[in-house]
């Protein structure tokens, strides 16, 4: 099974690193209440709309995507 490092750096400043085995980047983002939210199996919720970089590395294959906005 694939496992990601994720590391989220808010617009506030803010930072957030976590393990994953979705990779948020392929994720759909569902629409609430004007946010852009992304939903990992382990329950990590990223609003997309608050999100300044957001990389995400595979587990033995290294860096396989980044969002920066």
């Given amino acids: 099974m694939k496992r990601y490092s994720v590391y989220v750096l ?3 400043g803010k930072d957030v690193q976590f393990e994953s085995v979705d ?3 392929e994720i ?3 629409h609430i209440n004007g946010a852009e ?4 199996k382990e ?3 990223i609003n997309l709309l608050q999100v300044e970089r957001l990389e995400v590395v595979e ?3 290294g860096k ?3 969002l920066v906005q």
């Fill in 10 to 12: 808010l617009k506030n």
């Fill in 59 to 61: 587990f033995g294959k």
């Fill in 23 to 25: 990779n948020p980047l």
């Fill in 28 to 30: 759909e983002p569902v």
């Fill in 64 to 66: 396989i995507g980044e």
């Fill in 37 to 40: 939210m992304v939903m990992t």
């Fill in 43 to 45: 329950q990590y919720g």
